[in-house]
């Protein structure tokens, strides 16, 4: 069995975070041929549910870089790598010496996702924000303090914006044995700094899932840098014209961009070539 697996954003989705036309008919034409498909996304599933909702998605899903493998026929988590609770707690109190405000996700006993936050303090945080509350995201919580999402399963603890998280990143990789995933936002061209569960990153997602599936052959697709774990675990790997150079290094060939249908078009082609 062959396994495709892409990541969403800039590289199956386009620059206004959607899927086009042309690439729901593809993709959807193929998995009714017998592709096999999903997605590997540094989105939640609250995130993503309505970007891919025109896809016939039948096979578990990658989500939040790794934090779940998420199967939407049975509508649960196969994997859920969530934050310790002490490196939660050491990771906020980091943060707030050193007057960086982050997101924390979380979600509580009865499986409600939170996203908790003290405020808005630059403008990338402000676009993140109103972007996901414009569309009826629920789960945003404003607090005077952000240790009430310590009794809850930390998912993420997500820092967007600003001129110090470059070096926070430096300093906590460090310190705690955790997953860190910290790039240039493809959209806002803002630092994106992420923490997770140390297994929560594509590659260890990637092989829970060739496993599962009993894959025998991994082909992926990326564009940025939390798409290169993938790529090391994946038989083949293409970048989209658009990606990150290190990224078009990392990869068995560069394709056309995201704007242009890349993924689709090599899928068509692909599989019209056997």
Same mark, same amino acid.
């Given at each position: 069995?062959? #396994?495709?697996? /892409?990541?969403?954003?800039?590289?199956?989705?386009? %620059?206004?975070?959607? #899927?086009?036309?042309?690439? +729901?008919?593809?993709?959807?034409?193929?998995?009714?041929?017998?592709? %096999?498909?999903?997605?590997?996304?540094?989105?939640?599933?609250?995130s993503?549910?309505?970007?891919?909702?025109? #896809?016939?998605?039948? !096979?578990?899903?990658?989500?939040?870089?790794? +934090?779940? +493998?998420?199967?939407?026929?049975?509508?649960?988590?196969?994997?859920? %790598?969530?934050?310790?609770?002490?490196e939660?707690?050491?990771?906020?109190?980091?943060?707030?010496?050193?007057?960086?405000?982050?997101? +924390?996700? =979380?979600?509580?006993?009865?499986?409600? %996702?939170?996203?908790?936050?003290?405020?808005?303090?630059?403008?990338?945080?402000?676009?993140y924000?109103?972007?996901?509350?414009?569309k009826?995201? *629920?789960?945003? $919580? !404003?607090?005077?303090?952000? *240790?009430? /999402?310590?009794?809850?399963?930390?998912?993420?603890?997500?820092?967007?914006?600003?001129? $110090?998280?470059?070096?926070?990143?430096?300093?906590?990789?460090?310190?705690?044995?955790? /997953?860190?995933?910290?790039?240039?936002?493809?959209?806002?061209?803002?630092?994106?700094?992420?923490?997770?569960?140390?297994?929560?990153? *594509?590659?260890?997602?990637?092989?829970?899932?060739?496993?599962?599936?009993?894959?025998?052959?991994?082909?992926?697709?990326?564009?940025?840098?939390?798409? !290169?774990?993938?790529?090391?675990?994946?038989?083949?790997?293409?970048?989209?014209?658009?990606?990150?150079i290190?990224?078009?290094?990392a990869? =068995?060939?560069?394709?056309?961009?995201?704007?242009?249908?890349?993924?689709?078009?090599? !899928?068509?082609?692909?599989?019209?070539?056997?």
């Amino acid at each position: 069995m062959k #396994l495709f697996v /892409s990541d969403l954003d800039g590289t199956l989705l386009n %620059n206004e975070q959607e #899927l086009s036309e042309k690439t +729901v008919e593809i993709i959807n034409n193929l998995i009714d041929k017998g592709m %096999n498909f999903t997605i590997a996304t540094a989105r939640s599933l609250d995130s993503s549910c309505r970007i891919i909702k025109p #896809l016939r998605l039948k !096979l578990p899903m990658i989500l939040m870089n790794g +934090v779940y +493998v998420y199967d939407p026929a049975a509508g649960e988590n196969l994997v859920s %790598n969530f934050v310790e609770k002490r490196e939660a707690e050491e990771v906020l109190k980091f943060f707030e010496e050193n007057d960086i405000s982050p997101f +924390v996700y =979380t979600t509580n006993s009865q499986k409600e %996702n939170r996203v908790y936050y003290k405020g808005i303090f630059n403008k990338a945080q402000e676009g993140y924000t109103n972007d996901r509350l414009s569309k009826g995201d *629920k789960r945003f $919580r !404003l607090v005077d303090d952000l *240790k009430v /999402s310590l009794d809850q399963d930390i998912i993420a603890i997500v820092c967007i914006g600003g001129d $110090r998280l470059e070096e926070a990143y430096g300093v906590l990789k460090e310190r705690y044995d955790l /997953s860190y995933h910290y790039s240039i936002d493809i959209y806002t061209k803002e630092p994106f700094f992420e923490i997770t569960n140390k297994f929560a990153n *594509k590659r260890d997602s990637l092989l829970f899932l060739k496993e599962y599936l009993q894959a025998d052959e991994l082909i992926s697709f990326g564009d940025n840098l939390n798409d !290169l774990p993938m790529f090391e675990v994946s038989d083949y790997c293409y970048a989209v014209e658009n990606a990150d150079i290190l990224v078009k290094q990392a990869a =068995t060939g560069v394709i056309k961009s995201n704007m242009d249908n890349g993924v689709a078009l090599f !899928l068509e082609e692909y599989f019209n070539g056997k």
